[in-house]
């Protein structure tokens, strides 16, 4: 089933076409990867999607609805997360505080604007995510204490306890270590079992491991799309992306 579907979506800037004419559909229960050289359009592209930069044209629908004029918070109600390619997390808030700014906004949907969702239940719920990363035993620490590899899984985190059916991740092993990679990636693998999942990476160990599919963007428009095998293959990409 076709999750997100996206039409001739295009952004300007000035004089600038940061993206022309995307045509893009995303599967449900999908690993994509989108790649592309620095100034390519990519994190223009995804931030459109999210919500974050209005489209200069094009539509964008999710499961069938039609979400191009909803603002990001109202995306984020409909399932659509996205994770910053700069770490956005509350320096001064424990690791257990930052997810539980996510988790509370979840559980507490379906409740009067005067209710709280039961402290249990966010306990639970925010010790999960934790787990689910790696950062349970941390959680009572600062984020801004954390190694910047770990305020990368804290901000997956809160995405994470957003109950998201579309994560948007952006870049997220810059910085990381190999082995932070290495487990990020069992990471993601794992999240995809209930999410799907857009990916912005340029490091192509982590793309072909992850990936079901690859989208080449080049000066703002599609250049080739497949999978690993394919785009490896593509002298188009390996012209305009992978150096040969």
């Not at 930052?98 to 005067?114: I, K």
Request: aromatic content about 6%.
């Amino acid at each position: 089933m076709t999750l997100l579907a996206v039409s001739n979506l295009a952004r300007s800037f000035g004089g600038i076409q940061a993206v022309a004419d995307m045509n893009f559909t995303l599967e449900n229960g999908e690993i994509r990867a989108i790649i592309g050289p620095n100034g390519a359009g990519k994190t223009t592209f995804v931030s459109m999607i999210s919500g974050r930069v209005e489209p200069s044209g094009g539509s964008i629908c999710f499961d069938d609805i039609d979400i191009t004029g909803l603002r990001s918070w109202e995306r984020v109600r409909q399932g659509i997360v996205y994770t910053f390619q700069i770490t956005s997390v509350y320096r001064n808030l424990s690791c257990f505080e930052n997810v539980a700014l996510a988790a509370q906004q979840q559980l507490g949907r379906d409740l009067p604007f005067w209710r709280h969702p039961p402290r249990a239940a966010l306990t639970v719920a925010v010790e999960m995510v934790l787990e689910k990363v790696g950062l349970l035993a941390r959680k009572t620490e600062l984020a801004g204490e954390l190694a910047y590899g770990h305020q990368r899984l804290l901000e997956v985190a809160m995405g994470l306890a957003l109950q998201p059916r579309l994560l948007i991740l952006d870049e997220p092993t810059q910085g990381l270590s190999e082995s932070e990679i290495a487990n990020f990636c069992a990471l993601v693998k794992e999240i995809g079992r209930g999410a799907t999942i857009l990916l912005i990476e340029h490091n192509m160990d982590v793309v072909m491991e992850l990936a079901h599919r690859i989208t080449v963007m080049s000066n703002g428009r599609l250049l080739a799309e497949g999978t690993p095998a394919e785009i490896m293959a593509n002298i188009d990409v390996q012209r305009a992306y992978l150096g040969t």
